[in-house]
């Protein structure tokens, strides 16, 4: 069961609501509560995963039961410039949107493909464009072997 936050269209005031339903944050949706509520008006995901700790708080939280999704929220655009892929040198580098390069070259014994390279240099860049990203690699496909 996940917490999340909303608020109703043309109100300020935010809500809790719990839920078992995949909600998108930032997603505009019809709802019923307690299979008996049907809203009118439409509500705004503020938040998906609230910490139950927030939640402790409050007193009655009610339930979504089913929800109609109106509007989504945008697609996130990449947070990249421009990719490079070069199949001769087996490498793929992206220029992200600040300005920062992140390269990786597929490793012997490995055969070249441009999807997990361009995943692996998103991967790179969550480690801060350090190679550790490889460690944790190593470790996780061991241990599904």
Known sequence: MNFVKVKFKNYYKEYYFKTDLNLISGGVYYIVADNKTKYDTPVFIVDNNVPKSVIQYIGNIRTITSARLICAPP???????????????????????????????????????????????????????????????????ETTE
């Open 75 to 141: 697609k996130p655009d990449g947070f990249f410039d421009k990719i490079w892929v070069n199949k001769e040198k087996r490498t793929v580098v992206i220029k992200w949107k600040d300005g920062v390069k992140t390269k990786v070259k597929c490793q012997d014994g490995d055969s070249f493909d441009a999807e997990k390279g361009i995943a692996l240099c998103y991967m790179k860049r969550f480690f801060e464009n350090r190679g550790c990203y490889n460690d944790v690699l190593k470790k996780y496909a």
